[in-house]
């Protein structure tokens, strides 16, 4: 049977309306999508680390009590799980701050079972750390050679524009890597100042990976793939109660 194995950071996200707190719950890019499967009966495990703290156990309670395996969440001694501030608008859309004890930034874990077709969703700066590139590259090589097929969300925020040149050796070896590549029209502003999508795909993306979904909000979702494909898909008008983890379960679909 196949099954979706997801690598990335747990984050304890508190969300505020008119400055006040409303609610705290788990959280992470590869970590929204993935209990997003769970939720939905597909086989899911996630790779990660958290805190040796409240937050940390929650976190991993909360993966259970959605139906994903928590094997491959290593807990550091003395360590204490991100915080992410997440502010609403308006419109309900999310200004985000990130708290994390950077001293533990580490990865330590055993390579899960990777088969053939099994899906291995990656991405955020998670995903381009270098602090544990050397984990996270290690892990994408063993499912590539395991016949992983390989899903990068670049999902790169503003907060870290000033780390855009540091980053960017292991954003490219992402993408080569990658079997298919989604990230946000705001992704691109901030890596390199572009928002049309074909501008993105044939400037930036198409020759490391030819398949490519760019989202932008309340507006088309582009596709740009092998053959020249090229398809825009509307956006259902609905009443958006957050955006936070909008792209994240837009993965998960």
């Not at 937050?55 to 915080?83: A, M």
């Not at 099994?118 to 381009?128: K, L, P, Q």
């Not at 993105?200 to 020759?207: D, K, P, Q």
């Not at 979702?221 to 509307?234: I, M």
């Amino acid at each position: 049977m196949r099954k979706v194995i997801g690598i990335g950071e747990t984050v304890l996200d508190i969300i505020f309306r008119n400055e006040q707190p409303i609610g705290a719950v788990p959280g992470g890019s590869v970590f929204n999508g993935i209990i997003s499967l769970g939720r939905s009966g597909v086989k899911s495990s996630f790779i990660s680390e958290a805190g040796n703290d409240r937050v940390g156990q929650n976190i991993r309670k909360f993966l259970k009590d959605n139906h994903v395996d928590d094997r491959d969440i290593y807990v550091y001694p003395e360590s204490k799980s991100p915080i992410s501030l997440a502010f609403l608008d308006e419109n309900n859309d999310a200004e985000y701050l990130f708290y994390k004890d950077h001293s533990h930034d580490q990865l330590d874990f055993v390579y899960p079972e990777v088969n053939p077709e099994d899906i291995v969703m990656f991405g955020s700066y998670y995903a381009v750390n270098p602090v544990i590139r050397p984990q996270v590259l290690g892990f994408l090589d063993h499912a590539r050679s395991h016949g992983a097929i390989l899903y990068y969300d670049v999902n790169f925020r503003p907060s870290h524009k000033n780390d855009v040149m540091k980053i960017t050796p292991n954003l490219l070896e992402n993408l080569e890597y990658a079997d298919f590549v989604r990230g946000s029209v705001d992704d691109f502003k901030v890596l390199y100042n572009k928002e049309d999508p074909d501008r993105i795909y044939n400037a930036e993306i198409s020759f490391y990976c030819k398949n490519f979904i760019c989202t932008n909000g309340v507006k088309n979702v582009e596709l740009r793939a092998t053959r020249g494909v090229k398809k825009s898909y509307p956006i259902m008008e609905t009443n958006v109660v957050s955006t936070i983890g909008a792209g994240d379960n837009f993965n998960a679909g």
